[in-house]
Nanobody, 114 residues
Framework: VQLQASGGGSVQAGGSLRLSCASSRSNLNLDRMGWYRQTEGKQRELVAYIRRGGSTNYADSVKGRVTISTNNARNTVYLQMNSLKPEDTAVYYC?????????WGKGTLVTVSS
């Protein structure tokens, strides 16, 4: 499975960005789709994920500001980020989980300036 992430960029604090991650395999019934982020010198941390049934999970640091969703075919996952803060600056990685396999996309950089 190949994943293509897009939507990163530079915004001012308080702004919004929408990240997208498209899977190379259509109509793939994935167990979980989500996003991690990583800043230099730190471990990758979970941002949010959505399960096959549609339930979601968010990191406490982004709750209320971030919404994860998928398209109907479940081959694209979105991360709508609002009220962005400088501490949201990171490289964001999308991933999908199918059974015991985890697939990662290349990161997309989000920079939030104060």
């Amino acid at each position: 499975v190949q994943l293509q992430a897009s939507g990163g960029g530079s915004v001012q604090a308080g702004g919004s960005l929408r990240l997208s991650c498209a899977s190379s395999r259509s109509n793939l019934n994935l167990d979980r789709m989500g996003w991690y982020r990583q800043t230099e010198g730190k471990q990758r941390e979970l941002v949010a994920y959505i399960r096959r049934g549609g339930s979601t999970n968010y990191a406490d640091s982004v709750k209320g500001r971030v919404t994860i969703s998928t398209n109907n075919a479940r081959n694209t996952v979105y991360l709508q980020m609002n009220s962005l803060k400088p501490e949201d600056t990171a490289v964001y990685y999308c991933y999908v989980l199918q059974g015991a396999m985890t697939y990662w996309g290349k990161g997309t950089l989000v920079t939030v300036s104060s």
